[in-house]
C-alpha cells in the first residue's frame, strides 16, 4: 500500500498518511518488528504512525533512543487494556514513572538483585537446574532421541526462576507445587496473550463491544493475585525462616518489609515482574544461540576449541569465564543483536509534550524503541543481517569492541526505564550456553540448516524445532562437581 507523507502540523515527525479509523494498524498487523523496520526506512529515525487514534512515534536511531528515554516527560508506560488489568500499573515494568515506581527500582537495582544475592541464588538453585537440564540433552543424545531446545529451556528457565524467587522446591508439600503449575500456566497465559491484538486500544469505541480477550483478563489478574499471594505467605509462614540470611529472593523482599523499606503490594508485584520478565526472554535468547550455532557447525566448533583450551573435561563453565571465553561471549552478543528478543522493547508514552531530535511529541503519544532496526542498521553494522560474532571480539590492545560500548548495541533497553534484570538474565544465559556447549554438540538432524524465521510475541522466538545433542565429554572424563 503506497501512502503519502502525512503533512503534519508544525513540528511532528514525518510519516504515513494511514487510513480513515484505523490509520497504519493494517499494515503492522502481521510481523510487526519487521513492518515497523520497514516504515522506519522509508521515513527515517523519529517518525509518526496513527495506530488508530494514538499517535504513535518510532524511533530507530541510538542517539535519539538516549535522548529520548533519558527524559522524565518520555519514562511513562504506554499501557493496553489488558496489560492494564494484569497489572494494574502498580509494578515494576508498568507504572507510570514517578516515586513508587522509583523506590521499586531503586530496591530492585540496588538490593534485590546485587551481586551478593545474585551469587546466593545461583549458587543454591541456578547452577543445579542447568546442570540437570545439560544431563537431560546427553541422555537423550545417548538414546539416539532428537532434543526440542524450545520446550526445555523454557522448563529449565520456568524451575530456575522459580526457586531462585521461592526457594528450593525438594520436599516441600503438594500444595506448594501445584501452586507453582498453576502460576506457570498464569505465566503462559501472559507470554501468549500480552501482545495479542486489541483494536479497542486504539479504536475508543470498539471498547463498548463484548471483548473474550479482556474478559479472561480479569479472570487471569485475581488468578496471579491468588497464587502469589499465597505463595509469599507460604514463605513468610516457611518453618525455621531467618531472615538474617536470606536463602531466596522472596526472603530478601520479605526483610525489607520487616525493615518497613518495601511494602507487601511490592513483594508480590516484584515476584510477579520476575516471573514474567525472567522466564521466557532468557529461554528465547538460549533457543535463538542454540540454533544459530548448529546452522554453523564452523563458528560452533570454534566454541568448542576456546572451551576445550580455557576450560577443559575437569571443570565447568563459571560466571566468572566470561573473559577468558572472549569467542563464546562474541557468538552470545552477536545472537543477541541478529535475533532481538525484544524488538520494539516496552512501549513508553509521553506524559507531557516534549521535543527530540527537533521533533514536537505530543501528550499522550506512544513511544516505540526501535531496537531491531537499531541491531539492523547498515549504518551501525557491517552486514547487519549476516551473524559474525567477530565484531564483538576485544580490539588488539584487550579493550572492549566498539560493537559492545557504542550505543547501538541495546538489548535490555536506555534510558530510565532500561531492563533492572539484566545482570539475572545475562548470568543465566551465559550458564546455560556455555554449560550446554562445553559438554554437547548439536547438530540439525539432516546436516542442513533450519529456517530461522522469527515469531512475533511478547519476545521474538524461533519456530519450534529439533537437534542432535551428542556429548562432547564421556561422564568418565569429567570430574565431580
Known sequence: MNY??????????????????????????????????????????????????????????PDLLQEAFGKTELADRWVSEIMDILSEQKDLVMAPYGEHWRRMQRFANRELLSARNLDNVRERYIETVVNDLVEQMGRAGDAGTLVSPIELTARSNSTLMFRSIFGQEEGSGGDFLELR??????????????????????????????????????????????????????????????????ACLVEVMLAKEEAGEITADMTRDLCMDLLITGTDTSAQTVNWTLLLLANRPEIQARVHEELDRVVGPDARPTVDDRIRLPYTFACLAESM?????????????????????????????????NIYSVHHDPRFWESPHEYIPERFLPQSDGSPSPALTGNAFIPFGTGHRRCPGRRFAEMTVWLHVTRMLHRLRFETPGGNPLPEDETFGLSISPNPYRLRATQRWSNKEMAPQ
Do not use: M
Open 337 to 369: 543483536r541478529y535475533r532481538t528478543i525484544g524488538p520494539l522493547a516496552v512501549p513508553h508514552k509521553a506524559s507531557e509534550e516534549t521535543e527530540v531530535g527537533g521533533y514536537r511529541i505530543p501528550a499522550g503519544a506512544q513511544v516505540l524503541g
Open 181 to 246: 503449575d498453576e502460576l506457570l500456566d498464569h505465566v503462559n497465559w501472559i507470554f501468549a496473550n500480552a501482545n495479542a491484538a486489541n483494536l479497542a486500544d486504539y479504536i475508543p469505541w470498539l471498547r463498548f463491544l463484548p471483548n473474550g480477550g479482556v474478559k479472561e483478563a480479569r479472570t487471569q489478574s485475581e488468578i496471579g493475585t491468588a497464587i502469589i499471594t499465597a505463595l509469599v505467605e507460604g514463605s513468610r509462614n516457611r518453618p525455621g525462616l531467618d531472615l538474617s540470611a536470606p
Open 4 to 61: 503519502s507523507t502525512t503533512r503534519s502540523p508544525k513540528g511532528l515527525p514525518p510519516g504515513p498518511r494511514g487510513l480513515p479509523l484505523f490509520g497504519s494498524l493494517l499494515d503492522v498487523r502481521h510481523d510487526t518488528h519487521l513492518a515497523i523496520d520497514r516504515l522506519a526506512r522509508r521515513y527515517g529515525d523519529i517518525c509518526l504512525l496513527h495506530f488508530g487514534s494514538v499517535p504513535t512515534v518510532i524511533i530507530n536511531d
